[in-house]
């Protein structure tokens, strides 16, 4: 392990506190979807990390089904994005703040 | 050394996403965001990770940033500039050129490293042929579920994406 545990756990706190923030405070859909693979890289980063610390293989295997798991939900988000965008002609989270049932 | 790299790479990868969530315009941040993800591939080299490195390139920055672009471009959401102006200005492809700039120095130094001698190499990493065992043995049913899920999203993604089906077409034309 080339830096201690705590400093790469930091770094993904700080990586996954921007996603977070990304997702909170933007307003287009895709700045949104960008905030949530901000926050997936930052849990795969801590996943790396830990695998590094205590030399076992597993928490690098957790990043591959990580990584398989954003291409679904990008394909999917991404397609419900021409989706609602077809609908109101916008991507503006504000256009879809009604529920109809 | 590769102490020092981590630390360099970190703060890029932490200025790339920073100026990435605040760009206006989705292209440059979608730009930044790819250099974001090559720093964090490195890091993922240093922490004894290199075939989950190669993956995060080939599949975030090549494969998912690529479809953003294709979405962005094809809902036309990036705002269009005047074709006589001779393109960005300096200031607005100076930061991604000073990251860039980093990455590729960085990237040199770790393969400097790395021919030098056991210095540069972590002292801990998982060969692709442990990585290989341990990913279609121990977790062989996982990757089973794994490609159901993605066989799901991509018929999801189909059915959400596809033009307006035909019936209501029909039913729009009879009323």
């Not at chain 1, 756990?9 to 996603?19: P, Q, V």
């Not at chain 1, 693979?37 to 801590?46: Q, S």
């Not at chain 1, 293989?57 to 990043?63: E, L, N, P, T, W």
């Not at chain 2, 990757?143 to 596809?162: D, P, R």
Request: aromatic share 12%; with cysteine; net charge neutral.
């Amino acid at each position: 392990m080339i830096v201690p545990l705590e400093h790469v756990l930091f770094l993904s706190a700080i990586l996954f506190m921007l996603g977070l923030g990304c997702v909170l405070a933007r307003r287009n859909l895709i700045m949104i979807l960008i905030g949530v693979e901000i926050m997936l890289n930052a849990v795969g980063l801590t996943l790396v990390g830990a695998s590094a610390f205590w030399q076992q293989i597993d928490g690098q295997i957790m990043v591959i089904f990580l990584m398989a798991m954003t291409s679904a939900e990008v394909s999917i988000s991404l397609a419900m994005v021409v989706y609602l965008n077809r609908r109101k002609g916008t991507v503006d989270v504000r256009a879809f703040d009604e529920m109809r049932g | 050394m590769t102490t020092v790299l981590f630390y360099i790479l970190g703060l890029i990868t932490v200025l790339a996403t920073l100026m990435a969530i605040t760009r206006r315009n989705p292209v440059h941040s979608v730009i930044y965001l790819v250099n974001s993800f090559f720093a964090l591939a490195l890091l993922f080299y240093l922490l004894g990770a290199p075939l989950v490195a190669a993956w995060e390139v080939i599949i975030y920055a090549g494969a998912i940033m690529v479809l953003f672009l294709f979405i962005i471009m094809m809902l036309e959401l990036a705002p269009t500039q005047e074709t006589d102006q001779m393109g960005p200005n300096w200031w607005q492809w100076l930061p991604v050129l000073l990251l860039s700039l980093g990455l590729v120095s960085c990237t040199l130094m770790l393969i400097g490293l790395d021919s030098a001698g056991p210095q540069g190499i972590p002292n801990w990493y998982a060969t692709p042929r442990d990585f290989g065992y341990a990913l279609f043995g121990k977790y062989g049913l996982a990757v089973e579920v794994v490609s159901f899920q993605l066989l799901f999203a991509a018929v999801g993604a189909f059915y959400v994406g596809k033009p307006e089906s035909r019936q209501k077409k029909i039913k729009k034309e009879g009323s």
